[in-house]
């Protein structure tokens, strides 16, 4: 729901009137128009109200969708995701996917959202394209101009970090990790900026490039220290354990793998568990990931 609604939601949940909500400054009627998104809220009048109503401001905006681009687009790249031959949904996507990729202005949002329909669809829709190398290093010089990242850079980073060579994967993590002011930044974002060093870690393993994993693992412990992401500790402990036998061939840590896959199972992340079967079954029996590292999916459906 947009401001005004939530407002309203609020208020009447509450038991508040429109009079009541009223910051000392504003009439009712003024005070209406803003639940009506008539007239837009000013910081410090939303702060007072807030203050009446008793509710944190991020407790607030967890009702508020601000962002309704964004919003839409991640409902039909889901929804394309898990329903790759519904064919209104697709020519939806791909209406989004053609104005964006012919659009010499992108903005940083559009490229993130470009990038993620290349990386995922490429490989299931003929319409889209791989992502070619002049892409890869134009993203690749953008992120290395900048000296602060936000969610958006995150995001694109861990969708085409595949695709940058070794020295630009080490270039580029010591730019982006550890992330900057880790505390004011937002659970998605600190998702998608480690969810970078859990890929990285995967591909590593896949290119039978140990000692690599083994250091991006090391950079990976040291981040995330004062928040509870149980679902990237998880996961790169399980990393840390798959590289750990692939190394010595110690039974002790196969079988802390199939712990977690069983974990995995029990609390339902069976599309998980599968990706996990498929890569321990590919890296540890075949004894080559070159197949694992052609087919990888990073982004949005590869979470942490």
């Known amino acids: 729901m947009d401001i005004g609604s939530a407002l309203r939601f609020f ?45 944190l401001s991020s407790e607030f905006f967890m009702f508020c969708d601000i962002d309704t681009e964004r919003t839409n687009f991640k409902d039909l790249y889901f929804y394309c995701g898990a ?7 697709k020519q939806s996507l791909l209406r989004y996917y053609e104005a964006v990729k012919n659009s010499n202005n992108k903005t940083l949002a559009e490229l993130s959202n470009y990038i993620a329909i290349k990386n995922y669809f490429s490989t299931h829709w003929e319409e889209v394209e791989e992502i070619t190398a002049e892409e890869v290093d134009y993203v690749y010089n953008l992120m290395m101009s900048k000296s602060f990242y ?14 940058f060579t070794a020295k630009q994967v080490d270039l580029i993590v010591s730019r982006i990790i550890p992330v ?20 990285i870690i995967s591909l590593c393993l896949y290119a039978a490039d140990i000692e ?21 500790k998880l996961n ?38 599968s990706q996990v079967k498929k890569e321990v079954e590919t890296l540890i029996k075949d004894k080559s990931g070159k197949q694992m590292l052609n087919e990888y999916e990073v982004g949005l459906f590869k979470k942490n």
Request: proline content about 1%.
């Open 11 to 55: 208020r009447m949940k509450l038991g508040f009137s429109q009079k009541d909500m009223a910051p000392n400054f504003l009439d009712t009627s003024a005070y209406s128009r803003m639940e009506g998104n008539v007239r837009g809220v000013k910081l410090d009048e939303l702060e007072e109200m807030l203050s009446t109503l008793g509710i």
């Open 83 to 89: 329903h790759l031959t519904n064919k209104s949904k």
């Open 150 to 163: 936000t969610f958006y850079d995150y995001l694109i980073i861990s969708n085409i970090v595949r695709l």
């Open 180 to 199: 900057s002011f880790e505390k004011n930044r937002t659970q998605e974002t600190l998702r998608y900026a480690y969810n970078t060093l859990i890929n």
């Open 212 to 232: 690599s994993a083994d250091k991006y693992i090391k950079i990976a412990k040291r981040q995330n220290k004062s928040e509870t992401d149980m679902n990237f």
């Open 236 to 273: 790169l402990q399980y990393l840390d354990n798959l590289s750990k036998y692939l190394q010595t061939g110690e039974l002790v840590y196969i079988d802390r793998v199939r712990d977690f896959i069983h974990i995995l199972e029990d609390v339902g992340e069976n599309l998980h568990a």
